[in-house]
């Protein structure tokens, strides 16, 4: 009996049968994708949920306790407290989801090439990545976007620049492994070409790598667009976003420390459901 092995398809180490198996097992995968799909549920449904616009003022009902008319008051402003925080979860998710697709794309493929090349491009790759990961993180945010200016635009450019690195050194260093395994020494002797093996074999391979730093990169990421909006550098007003109303809120923390606290709760109940999603996916896309 005679083993045929069909070099032009991928190496796939787990069934997506399996995958889901483990993925439904996971106590900590379930109860983040709850969490997050909740608020996720809230942002798309900002619209039809919230019970007035998030710049609408009530002058009459300035910085108002909870009441059927504002279920849990109002700000400086007047306006409800309620319509602001899911207008915001709206606003920060997307801003923060969106603020690591290309590091993520452009991190996982440089570190895939510099990984299974070597040489020069994996010395220089690395010595760029040492050069970025010197600075402080979140310090090297900060600067950019004092650099490019503020708003959303730059927060996309600030992580563009600064996040990518920590994707390209975390696949590397996987592709280093992959490349010697004997699957890949097959495909060369197939008579493969490098691209074929690399989108077929390699990167299959190690882009998981990347996603299970993505779930826990995004909860930095959201932290950082917070603090900047805190900061006044991030979203700009009027749009809703939580470091917004945190900073607006601390000056009544005497009077009306909601104004602060329930933002605050959201920042980190969001940064929960994405931990928990992403300790999950660790465990599921890398079972021992």
């Known amino acids: 009996m005679s083993l045929t092995v069909d070099l032009t398809e991928p190496f796939v180490p787990t069934s997506g049968s399996g995958f889901w198996r483990r993925a439904l097992k996971s106590r900590s995968l379930v109860a983040g994708t709850i969490i997050i799909g909740l608020i996720a549920l809230a942002a798309v449904l900002a619209p039809v949920i919230s019970p007035y616009p998030p710049d609408q003022q009530d002058l009459f009902h300035v910085l108002g306790g909870f009441s059927s008319r504002h279920l849990l008051g109002t700000d400086e402003l007047g306006r409800d ?12 998710l997307k801003v ?8 993520f794309l452009f991190g996982t493929f440089i570190g895939t090439v510099a990984g ?20 402080p993180f979140y310090v090297l945010v900060i600067g950019l976007v004092f650099i490019v200016g503020t708003g959303v635009r730059g927060i996309y450019i600030a992580f563009a620049v600064a996040d990518w690195v920590v994707y390209a050194r975390a696949v590397r260093s996987t592709t280093l492994v992959v490349r010697e395994l004997d699957y890949i020494a097959a495909a060369r002797a197939g008579g493969l070409s490098d691209l074929r093996i690399l989108g077929r074999h390699v990167l299959p391979n190690t882009i998981t790598q990347g996603i299970v730093y993505a779930m826990s990169d995004i909860v930095l990421v959201i932290v950082a667009v917070v603090t900047l909006g805190y ?9 809703a976003d939580w470091g917004a109303m945190i900073s607006s809120g601390q000056d009544f923390l005497t009077t009306k420390w909601t104004l ?24 599921v896309l890398r079972p021992s």
Do not use: K, N, W
Request: aromatic content about 10%; cysteine-free; proline content about 5%.
């Open 231 to 239: 900061l006044g550098l991030g979203v700009q007003p009027p749009t």
């Open 116 to 135: 299974y090349y070597g040489g020069i491009l994996d010395t220089i790759t690395m010595r760029i990545v040492e050069v970025v990961m010197a600075f």
């Open 260 to 283: 602060s606290t329930f933002p605050g709760i959201a920042v980190a109940v969001t940064a929960l459901g994405l931990s928990l999603i992403g300790d999950g996916l660790s465990d």
């Open 96 to 103: 923060g989801f969106l603020a690591i697709v290309f590091p």
């Open 81 to 92: 407290e309620l319509s602001r925080l899911t207008y915001a979860a709206r606003t920060d």
